[in-house]
């Protein structure tokens, strides 16, 4: 795939002025699976195009830094802090099966989605 080199240039142009405004300079913290993860957590709460885009340039650049055994750690850590809740999803299933209506459907959808 052959993309614009316009298009290519102006996501460039955002990441970068992103990356000043939230002050995110290469090197601030070691390249950790942690460190990596609490980026993901910036980038879904962050607001802002250009914010969002420096966050995933940021967690995209840093996972490339990371070797085989870095990248399966912050899988893991990615697992351990937005996977399912699977006791909590269970129990919200039996409760839908005992009583299927809207709020245990809604229970369900919620515990269902990640933490």
């Known amino acids: 795939m052959n993309r614009s080199p316009f298009f290519a240039d102006l996501l460039n142009t ?7 405004m939230l002050n995110l300079v290469r090197g601030d913290e070691p390249v950790s699976a942690d460190s990596l993860a609490r980026l ?26 990371l070797g085989a055994d870095g990248r399966l750690a912050f899988l893991h850590v990615l697992r351990d802090r937005f996977g399912t809740d699977h006791a909590r999803l269970a129990a919200a299933v039996d409760a839908y099966r005992a009583t299927p209506d809207d709020r245990s459907a809604l229970a369900l959808h919620d515990a269902a989605e990640p933490a």
């Open 14 to 20: 955002i990441a970068d002025r992103g990356r000043m």
């Open 40 to 65: 993901c957590v910036r980038l879904l709460s962050s607001q802002g195009e250009a914010s969002g885009v420096a966050y995933a340039r940021e967690v995209l650049d840093r996972w490339r830094s």
